[in-house]
């Protein structure tokens, strides 16, 4: 199981928080990884002068836009599946 | 135990007119609320000029313990007299209320005023006085938690009158009307936003007469405390939330720094709804111990357009808040269950913030905005800065 926390705090939601969730939703079900993908959400990770919006797998920190979740997903999050 | 006055109306402008005839006033003096409701001869500039002189007289005079007769007579001798009908005229209901629900109701050629209790619409005992040779009729007041009282301008009787009812709206058939649509949870300005807006729909949209509807609703006191913002002294962190939390009947915390700092507090892990319920306000947080949990100043925002909404005057949209993102359950929060506001702001900077449309300032600006809407929605509000 990948634990994925989105970052949904003020300053991450104007930078597409939103996007990033809903396409990260999207993925999972696209590659059907459901069950290996445990998607949650947090209130400011403490990090907003970053980029991107901050996300968190297994407790790594990354900083991605809404354009970079496809191949974020695939490397980072996929990657680590089984 | 103390209860709470909570009070709401609603206009509506005789069609193609751009000012009420009818107008509604408010005071509040020591323990006593006063609510006067007055309806002016004619319609536009006129009408509005004499209501507002009643109104505002009436108001302030009943509210500063003048008696009845000596108000009347200085109202009678300041309306101006109308050139074309010879007369100085104006209806008016006065209510004059303590915490107690103890005080009493003077009307003058309104329609005679409902009184909701236990959701059954009953008529109030009336005794006629001559006062300033007007009529005047005087109800005693004892109200009990969750209790209403409707008053209405004519306009409201006289809905739909020669167009969808042959002789308007009867005060008999309002009374059906508001049983059936009781819920003892519906504040006093929902109860007089959807009265008045079915006799918007009786007009056809097209209001024969200007129209006003205010209520005013008896119930228990609910202390809301809601922290926005973390405060700028870092160490005294635990001080801080453990005030915020201290005397509370329910408590909201909004922003993500703040969330975290209660929850270390609390030591309670903060759950994140990743359901985006409405497009611009972030999701809802979860700490077990806060009754809500949202993000800050972009939910704030959509929070005060509402607050807006919910005092305009002329908007029949339903003051209900049934949806449950974090900016309507705030909502519902403080504009329909609170009774009591207690701000906690904390003004410490997110350096990542500046710049942004969700700095220091412009939370600073929203809260203020938001407390002065409460006030004006008759809440008792009071905002710390820490």
Redesign the interface.
Known sequence: MVKVT??????C??KG??QV??EL?YLIKENNVGDDVN??????M?R??ENGVNVTVDGQHFSITPDEVKDFFKKEVLSKIK | MSLFVDFGYTSLNHFGEELCGDKVEYAKNGDYVTLVLADGLGSGVKANILSTLTSKILCTMVSNNVSINECLETMVASLPVCKERGLAYSTFTVIHLNHSGDGFLFEFDNPQAIYIHDGKCLDLNRKKLLISGKEVYQSELKLKDNDYIVTMSDGAIHAGIGATLNFGWEREDIKKYLESIYDSKLSAKAMATQLAKSCNDLYLDKPGDDTTIAAIKIRKSLNVHIMVGPPVEKEKDDYYVARFLDGADKTIVCGGTSSTIVARYLKKPIEVDLNYLEADVPPTGKIEGIDLVTEGVLTLRRLLELSEQYLSIVDLSPKIFVRQDGATRLADLLFVQASDVVFFVGQSINAAHQGLPIDITMKLKLVESLANNLKKMGKNVIVNYD
Do not use: N
């Open positions: 989105v970052c949904i705090g003020s300053s939601h104007l928080s939103r969730v809903e939703q998607l949650s959400g947090a209130f400011c403490g907003c002068q």
